[in-house]
């Protein structure tokens, strides 16, 4: 049978008041006592009803994760970053995944939930087509929130960005500077994707400094995923010999591309280039390995964390909302033409 507060109380012939400030370490117990109460937990294996305490403290101890999908490396490493800092502080992760085979809406509707009623002490939420509806009703709840690569600082949200403009500009720096390359095709990610046109800008922004034309751009729509870019291939394949550089807006994209490729008999880096971007963990191990830009995706996990029970902890210290940008780092293989 489970022992109860009352009996421990019983057995210590002391008070369930006591009891509870031994337990929680609050307020005065005696030294005796405390030996006597300790005693008496390690001899019937007592562990304290987890509702109960953290009920008393008003606090669940978990933090909430939103994230659109966890299938690729991008998601996993969030979710390593986040919860490195919640276990060593000995909280819990509730995850919501969007692309759970339910309706997007429904999902939405279900962290949201989750937000207002305070089944969280806070939330990290990466979901990159929410609508200023939902974060107006977030903003609202009162607890920290800290939205992933989107800016809500208007809304009284802190945000954790990644720099996909400046990554990009570098990428395509490497590719006309050390290659001479001048005609480059972009393969974009969803129109909604805000990473995706902040990396199409930087695309387009470097060209526009080398003086390249930027009137006819072979830019292709894609959805992030490996057999998207085995899609794309199909469109750019037309192109190709007009084409020196392929630049995808992410590794999984630049993977089915490269297989394609592979299919056809054509070099990559030799007779075209094929650049990435988020450095997966895999792109430095395929043949050739991965021309891309890192994205601290760790980090990223780790630092919205970190400002979450910050936030928690300390609710007067950080009032005002802040956006923090982690700065992207072009790593260069064989797949761009260097070292073959």
Not at 186 to 202: A, I, L, N
Request: aromatic share 8%; proline share 3%.
């Amino acid at each position: 049978m489970k022992l109860t507060i009352s009996q421990i109380a019983k057995l210590a012939g002391v008070s369930k008041s006591t009891v509870s400030r031994a337990l929680n370490g609050s307020g005065y117990v005696s030294e005796g006592t405390k030996r006597k109460i300790q005693e008496i937990i390690r001899k019937y294996d007592y562990v304290p009803d987890s509702k109960a305490v953290n009920l008393s403290k008003k606090r669940t101890f978990t933090v909430g994760l939103v994230l659109p999908s966890t299938s690729g490396p991008f998601y996993g490493e969030v979710i390593r970053g986040v919860e490195e800092v919640l276990s060593a502080r000995k909280y819990f992760t509730l995850l919501t995944v969007l692309d759970s085979g339910q309706d997007e809406k429904q999902a939405r509707k279900r962290y949201l939930s989750m937000i207002r009623e305070k089944r969280v002490d806070g939330a990290i939420v990466f979901d990159p087509t929410v609508d200023e509806g939902t974060v107006r009703k977030l903003s609202e709840s009162k607890i920290p929130i800290v939205f992933l690569l989107k800016d809500f600082q208007t809304f009284g949200i802190d945000s954790v960005m990644v720099d996909n403009f400046t990554g990009s500009v570098l990428m395509v720096d490497h590719l006309v500077e050390k290659h001479g390359y001048k005609s480059i095709a972009f393969v974009r990610g969803p129109m909604v994707s805000d990473d995706s046109e902040q990396r199409f800008q930087g695309f387009v922004e470097s060209l526009r400094r080398h003086n390249l034309c930027c009137d006819n751009l072979l830019v292709f729509t894609s959805d992030f995923t490996f057999e998207g870019g085995r899609k794309a291939f199909q469109e750019l394949r037309k192109e190709l010999n007009r084409l020196e550089a392929i630049f995808c807006a992410n590794d999984e994209m630049a993977l089915g591309i490269i297989e394609e490729m592979k299919r056809e008999g054509i070099q990559i880096g030799q007779d075209i280039a094929v650049v990435g971007f988020d450095d997966a963990f895999w792109s430095g191990h395929i043949e050739p390995p991965l021309t891309t830009v890192h994205q601290p995706m760790y980090e990223v996990g780790k630092i919205s964390a970190q400002r979450v029970l910050e936030r928690s902890n300390n609710p007067d210290v950080f009032k005002d909302p802040v956006k923090i940008t982690l700065q992207t780092q072009l790593v260069v293989r064989k797949s761009c033409g260097c070292g073959c």
